[in-house]
């Protein structure tokens, strides 16, 4: 009983001797190395904590089904989770430089590649033997790796369609010899149907030990080559051109993605080997643009999926692990793809609307300026019929935008409503916009030589994003020039300061206005 | 080793094949061609516009769609979900449905995220099929995935099921009209939409200016696809329906730049890979489907080392006569 989990503390703690051993390239990869251990111990320690305080129950209900799993008494489910974690760390970690390199799907071939591989494993000696298997499948998909560059590099083939038929082909090899050796009927073959689909409860302790060599040697491998690894996958003319072995690197990839591809099968089966790579990458590079914090996110979330599939097919009988795992997986990177902070749609939708209507805020301050513009600055209030004319759009629409600016405290409802007066504040962003929009179409026909009556519909779009330090480069680049192209004032830093003092009768004004 | 393979005996592999049983195996040489010729026309396309993978990825996302389709069409029947209604048109549904909400998933992933489109085809490939064995599994009692039915159809029970009867005649078996007829309007469709299609996939730019919409162009031919794919679930299963969609072409691809040579070698393709791997099947006692992928396999790899304008021996003989200035970096 107690065989199993001893493996992980060894190796854990074999992972931290290595971690003072070797010198570290950076802090982030320690700490992926730290928290994986941490969650190591975590699985370890929680069974010796749990393990006899709940008496003997009757599974009956959901309830006592959950209540049973997290008692770990059963040895198939602790070797399960074991096995589901193992390969969410895995798979979590190649996956993150899979994703950025774009070789996606190259998972997904390799895990069909292999399957010749297998059946030739499981001929040498006619049994499940794990280790015979293990060669087997990872020669056949190294193969596999090597015809689709071969295909690639030889042919005209675009990659997708190399991928597609060394994904088929190999696949149907495999599938000839299975169907040869089911005829043969000596040995134990049942082991080979469960390459397909996966099967996490039929892993026993030679798996597991497999799972954790290969899972270590992963984190080894991307803990002190993590600087190679990063470098060769960003910017591999770089790497070539600073000495690096960028091929070497990516055959060792492939070496390690096939190790994993094999060690995987078991658990989660042919088809859905890829997913364990893809999505929790994925969704850790919505969340992220930090490499180590990629590969850290996209560890935790491998081994979140993988426990979480575990738990949920051990509460209904016949419910299979790998499918709830991809679910699962597929369910944190739909979290990441509508609530991501920064990357996520909702918050993109949000952002897109607030400048929107910042925009639109900002052209119906324009629009009052140029209505002050036109009676000379003669009154302070704008009527909302003037408005309107303005922006050539209805009065209940002017109203709306009137309401708007009066919320985001720009302007001030003057007499009975039906006009509008500039706040200082809001004189200054009107001014402003006005002055973006000028200071860019004299730029325009100055610097660029293009036609006077070509430069409004770029300024129309431009005045809204310019900066203050550009805008002020521009204005030193013209001469502190006073006209547009169009023969209009720009209003100057000056202006906008003794408008706004004319205008409210102040002094001084904080904000746009204050000279550096 | 010996009993794994059997001794290659051609009066018994070859000869006897079409003297003694030739219309059994005629059937099912027939039933390959015809998935084999549809899947590769079909695949034409995907390999021009460089969705290869999409076409795996549908032939993985149709099987939810399968399974809502039957528990639907189970539960519309008023009878208990487990009876198969393996109806055309309740399959066809469920994979047109499966097939626009991949296409869809795939397109809003790849737009809305910086998550490149391989990476889209994986995450919404593998989840769809995930989501449709738990689907079955929940619905299908307690019993153990039938495997079989997704991932691999068998061709060597066609000719065992039920012949069409037209006249009071036997035509063929009900699985060859079916494809046949799949078949026959493939080619029609590809012949009545040839310049859309082609103009779509070679120049977007192009095909606006004509006026051609190629947003509607690419769902046309994912929800045809889909149909290809579903109607040949029954002769070759979801893996090896993506050698029948990417391997006649690729091929194909190597022997000529144009299009209609390309559909017609396909056609040839098509036709050599059934027949070898009929014999290559009866040979080894395997499966007869798979052989059938492995031999279009065989044929792309002969076509790879000996093609007239860029097989490995033509360029190994440019190599030689015009040595390149320097290596090339690996």
């Known amino acids: 009983m107690r065989h199993g989990i001893k493996n992980t503390p060894g190796k854990g703690s074999c992972a931290a001797r290595q971690r003072h051993g070797a010198g570290f390239p950076s802090i982030g990869v320690r700490s992926i190395l730290l928290r994986l251990v941490v969650v190591a111990f975590v699985v370890c320690l929680a069974p010796g904590c749990l393990a006899d305080r709940i008496g003997d129950l009757t599974e009956t209900s959901v309830i006592d089904q959950a209540a049973r799993f997290f008692s770990f008494r059963d040895e198939s489910l602790r070797y399960a989770l074991l096995g589901t974690i193992l390969l969410g760390v895995n798979c979590g970690l190649l996956g993150g430089f899979i994703v950025v390199r774009k070789l996606s799907l190259m998972g997904d071939a390799l895990s069909h590649a292999v399957l010749p591989g297998v059946a030739i494993g499981f001929l040498w000696n006619m049994t499940k033997d794990p280790l015979a298997i293990f060669i087997g499948a990872t020669i056949a998909g190294l193969l596999g790796a090597l015809t689709v560059s071969a295909i690639t590099h030889t042919t005209k083939i675009k990659e997708d369609a190399a991928l597609g038929m060394v994904l088929s082909g190999y696949f149907a090899a495999g599938y000839c010899l299975t169907s040869m050796i089911g005829r043969l009927e000596t040995g134990n073959k049942a082991g080979i149907d469960h390459f397909l689909f996966g099967q996490a409860a039929a892993l026993n302790r030679d798996d597991i030990l497999l799972m954790s060599v290969v899972t270590a040697l992963t984190v080894l491998c991307v803990s002190l080559f993590y600087k190679e690894f990063l470098v060769t996958s960003f910017d591999a003319a770089f790497a070539r051109a600073v000495g690096f072995p960028a091929t070497l690197f990516h055959n060792g990839l492939m070496l390690l993605l096939a190790f994993s591809v094999v060690i995987a099968l078991q658990a989660v089966g042919v088809v859905l080997v890829s997913a364990m790579l893809i999505t929790p990458a994925a969704s850790a590079y919505l969340l992220t643009d930090r490499m180590h914090r990629l590969l850290t996110l996209s560890a935790l979330f491998g081994v979140a999926t993988g426990a979480i599939g575990a738990f949920l097919s051990f509460l209904e009988s016949g419910l299979p692990t790998g499918p709830l795992m991809v679910l699962a997986a597929t369910l944190v990177f739909g979290m990441a793809f509508l609530f991501g902070p920064r990357h996520g749609v909702l918050i993109r939708w949000w952002r897109q609307r607030s400048r929107g209507h910042r925009v639109r805020r900002e052209n119906t301050l324009k629009a009052v300026y140029q209505a002050l513009e036109r009676r000379e600055f003669k009154g302070e209030s704008v009527t909302l019929l003037e408005l309107a004319q303005r922006r050539r759009e209805t009065e209940e629409e002017a109203r709306q935008q009137a309401s708007a600016l009066i919320r985001n405290g720009l302007a001030t409802r003057h007499g009975t409503g039906e006009q509008i007066v500039l706040t200082p504040e809001g004189w200054l962003r009107a001014c402003e916009i006005v002055r973006n929009h000028r200071l860019w179409e004299l730029y325009l026909t100055n610097a660029a030589h293009i036609a006077a009556d070509h430069v409004h519909e770029d300024a129309e779009k431009i005045e809204h994003v310019l900066g203050e330090d550009v805008v002020r480069q521009i204005e030193r680049r013209l001469d502190f020039a006073k006209t547009d192209p169009h023969g209009r004032p720009i209003p100057s830093i000056d202006d906008m300061r003794r408008g706004a003092g004319g205008l409210f009768g102040r002094d001084e004004l904080v904000g746009y206005g204050k000279t550096t | ?330």
């Open chain 2, 1 to 330: 080793m010996s009993e794994l393979v059997p001794p290659f005996d051609w009066h018994y592999v070859v000869v006897s094949t079409w003297t003694e049983s030739g219309g059994y195996y005629g059937w099912m040489a027939l039933m390959g061609f015809l998935v084999a010729a549809t899947c590769g026309l079909v695949g034409n396309y995907l390999i021009l516009r460089r969705m290869a993978l999409v076409g795996d990825a549908i032939s993985h996302s149709v099987l939810p769609g399968l399974a809502v389709a039957f528990i639907l069409a189970n539960l519309a029947g008023g009878g208990g979900v487990g009876h198969g209604v393996r109806s055309p048109m309740v399959m066809f549904a469920g994979a047109l449905g499966a097939a626009v909400v991949t296409t869809i998933m795939i397109e809003e992933i790849h737009k809305k995220t910086r998550v490149k489109q391989d990476a889209a085809i994986g995450i919404t490939f593998s989840s769809l099929f995930a989501l449709g064995v738990v689907i079955i599994s929940l619905f299908a009692g307690k019993a153990h995935i039938d495997t079989d039915c997704v991932l691999h159809g068998e061709i060597t029970f066609v000719p065992d099921d039920l012949f069409v009867m037209i006249g009071g005649r036997e035509i063929a078996p009900g699985p060859i009209v079916r494809m046949a007829g799949v078949a026959g309007v493939t080619v029609l469709l590809i012949a009545l939409f040839y310049k859309e299609l082609l103009v779509s996939s070679f120049d977007s730019g192009l095909a606006a200016s004509l006026g051609v919409n190629a947003t509607v162009v690419h769902y046309g031919l994912m929800s045809w696809l889909s149909v290809v794919v579903v109607s040949s679930f029954e002769a070759v299963g979801a893996i090896l329906v993506i050698a029948m969609l990417i391997i006649p072409g690729a091929t194909a691809s190597l022997l000529t730049r144009r299009l209609p040579w390309m559909m017609a070698l396909t056609v040839v393709h098509a036709a050599l890979s059934s027949v070898l791997g009929l014999h290559l099947a009866i040979w080894l006692e395997c499966s007869v489907s798979a052989a059938m992928c492995v031999a279009a396999a065989g044929v792309f790899g002969a076509v790879w080392i000996f093609s007239p304008s860029e097989g490995l021996i033509r360029r190994w003989a440019a190599r030689r006569a015009d040595p390149p200035l320097e290596e090339p970096a690996a």
